[in-house]
């Protein structure tokens, strides 16, 4: 009789333990818009074996995978238009495998916009210009774009932002609500916002000299959508700050599921990856 009493006194406490640990733990986060999805594509995402193309075919094939938000590295050509690419650079130039497509006194150069499109990436892949990008954003009315404005010098980005929205808007400034620009300083916030009030703003912490307070801080009082970092920058009590603001945060660049598993523990809500897509971050909690 007693341990039968014993047994129904530890079944009581064992279920209030339970009931205990599943009041006390916070409710899991609701997002909209980009924040719906765990998972961006980095420079639209890989394709085959390449990554950094920031092609069609990139954007289609991940697309294709499941994959709604995509990351576009943006500069200006040579003649001042903006174009889908990561850098210049002999170097990158045969990365991409672009070295037979021009003269070889071109694969260092900075390329006006007609040569940038008549080069394709690998021999097959469509490079993209703004203009391009704004046209996949009308015809896939589910998708994100995500900045990433690799010049960065005050008047270069007053350059890229005012093309941005002026472009866009040309076509629809609907379609502006689905722009997500990334910063990548304090006073960069306010220099994007003369030029359009976008409804969410990424802080990417690749070149902030920022300490985690100060980030927490000012993406707390300026209404920042999400913090992105490195694995470098990346620890549990940033990302539990901002998660206790309502802050999402997200990690690049991440291609591995074990990874994303042990990050997601730690709090991490998304991740920036090359061939990760659709719900594989869904699939590694």
């Known amino acids: 009789m007693r341990k039968k009493l014993l047994y129904s006194l530890l079944a009581v406490c064992a279920i209030g333990i339970i009931l205990f640990v599943i009041l006390i733990k916070p409710p899991e986060q609701s997002f909209t818009g980009f924040k719906a999805y765990r998972i961006i594509a980095h420079a639209m995402g890989g394709i085959e074996d390449m990554t950094y193309t920031n092609t069609r075919d990139a954007f289609i094939a991940n697309y294709e995978k499941g994959t709604r938000v995509f990351e576009v590295d943006l500069l200006l050509s040579k003649d001042d238009e903006l174009i889908a690419r990561h850098e210049w650079g002999e170097f990158f130039t045969n990365m991409l495998r672009q070295q037979n497509e021009l003269g070889e006194d071109r694969h260092g150069a900075v390329w006006t916009a007609a040569e ?170």
């Not at 300083?185 to 920022?210: C, G, R, V, W």
């Open 116 to 285: 940038f499109k008549q080069v394709k990436v690998d021999g097959q892949y469509e490079p993209l210009l703004w203009d391009d990008i704004v046209e996949l954003l009308a015809e896939y009315p589910d998708i994100y774009i995500v900045t990433d404005t690799k010049q960065i010098k005050p008047e270069e980005i007053d350059s890229i932002f005012g093309k941005i929205v002026d472009l866009t808007k040309h076509k629809d400034p609907k379609l502006l609500e689905r722009i997500v620009p990334q910063i990548y300083s304090q006073p960069m916030l306010a220099q994007i916002e003369k030029h359009y009030p976008f409804d969410s703003i990424i802080y990417t912490l690749y070149q902030s000299q920022d300490s985690d307070r100060q980030v927490i801080d000012f993406a707390r009082s300026n209404g920042i959508a999400a913090v992105t970092m490195s694995e470098g920058r990346v620890n549990k009590k940033l990302v539990k700050s901002l998660q206790k603001a309502g802050i999402p945060t997200y990690v690049h660049t991440i291609n591995d599921k074990k990874l994303v598993s042990d990050y997601m523990k730690m709090g991490v809500y998304g991740f920036y990856s090359d061939f990760l897509a659709g719900n594989d971050a869904e699939a590694s909690r």
